[in-house]
């Protein structure tokens, strides 16, 4: 009963969540009302169910004499579901897809206020630092045009709390959290969910020195692994399926020079690079 109360405590929200709420859709929803981005994908807003029903497929007949679609997987979970959800009550594509990335902000802002709070930083230090880090630049390159690779970005704070937290317990609850976090923020892009997984592995290598508990470490690390693992076999095998018999789009849109020439260590470090 403590532990419920102590975690009701967290997230009931006050001024301070509110505030993030509000910064981070009241923007987006009021700022050139009625114009849809070019994001991600067309069929996304125009037509969800039908993305979604062909996502389920590794082979795509419906247009150019059949092809096996690029990262297709990824619709199904969740930005799918949530265009769908809104298509169905006959939301304006406009606002579904404002809603849409306003909510990734709110979410990226909610968990790293969770996790400063968890770390013992104050009310308004854990505000203001999950303002930064929802405001970062990071976000500029992609809220506009490809708003689901946010996703990874958005769960690394969560992450970085359930580790944790876990770390600190023999219970099943954690490593589930984090299969879920992983579930649902993983599927877009195999590169950026790799990009984020040292965040949480700093913070269990970290709350190990501190506990010199092994045994505890050793067991939560294989409950996350196991259930990350199974929780992702469905974009993994897709992607596999993709890179054998796919068109190697990334030779073309991603090559390694123009991903890396924007990496220098200013860049990295105002979160450009």
């Not at 104050?122 to 303002?131: P, T």
């Not at 580790?163 to 317990?169: E, K, L, N």
Request: glycine share 6%; net charge positive.
């Amino acid at each position: 009963m403590f532990k419920v109360r102590r975690i009701c405590r967290l997230i009931v929200p006050h001024w301070r969540l509110w505030a993030l709420a509000l910064l981070s859709y009241l923007p987006l929803v009021v700022l050139q009302r009625g114009r849809i981005n070019a994001d991600t994908k067309l069929y996304l807003g125009e037509d969800p169910a039908g993305l979604i029903g062909r996502s389920l497929f590794a082979w795509d007949s419906s247009q150019f004499g059949g092809f096996v679609p690029h990262q297709a997987i990824a619709y199904l979970w969740p930005s799918g579901p949530f265009y769908w959800l809104f298509d169905v009550f006959g939301s304006p594509q406009w606002f579904t897809q404002r809603v849409w990335v306003g909510t990734i902000f709110f979410v990226a802002a909610f968990g790293a206020y969770v996790f400063l709070r968890h770390l013992s930083f104050s009310l308004n230090a854990s505000f203001i630092g999950a303002l930064f880090f929802m405001s970062s630049p990071y976000v500029l390159a992609y809220q506009s045009r490809t708003s689901s690779m946010l996703l990874s970005w958005a769960g690394i704070a969560w992450l970085s709390y359930f580790t944790a937290r876990g770390m600190a317990s023999r219970s099943w609850l954690w490593p589930s959290l984090i299969a879920l976090t992983l579930f649902t923020v993983g599927s877009v892009n195999a590169t950026a969910t790799l990009l984020i997984l040292p965040a949480p592995v700093l913070v269990a290598v970290f709350t190990y020195t501190r506990s010199r508990s092994f045994k505890i470490f050793l067991g939560f690390a294989l409950k996350t692994f196991v259930l990350s693992t199974g929780v992702s076999l469905w974009w993994i095998s897709m992607l596999s399926i993709q890179a054998s018999y796919g068109a190697k789009l990334l030779a073309y849109s991603e090559t390694l020079e123009s991903v890396a020439s924007t990496s220098n260590s200013f860049e990295v470090l105002r979160g450009f690079g």
